[in-house]
């Protein structure tokens, strides 16, 4: 597995279909053969980066998910 944002394989994994880079800080969620990124913000709560990547980029089988 390596994150679509840095490429890093310090990869974690907080539930079934939720992991968290701890290169770059961002959460990803598999659904439907897709990576859903987002930012945690301070107060907790997740923005999607999703508009910055290619659809192609997100592809789960691309990244080793």
């Known amino acids: 597995m390596k994150c679509p944002n840095c490429a890093s ?4 994994k907080l539930s079934a279909k939720d ?5 770059c800080f ?8 897709r990576l859903l990124l987002s930012q945690v ?3 907790g709560s ?4 999703d508009d910055l990547f290619d659809v ?7 990244n080793g998910f």
């Open 41 to 43: 913000e301070e107060d």
């Open 9 to 12: 394989k310090n990869i974690g």
């Open 56 to 62: 192609s980029e997100r592809e789960a089988k691309a």
């Open 19 to 23: 992991y968290y880079c701890w290169n």
């Open 26 to 33: 961002i959460e990803l969620s598999l659904e439907d053969g």
């Open 46 to 49: 997740l923005t999607t980066l």
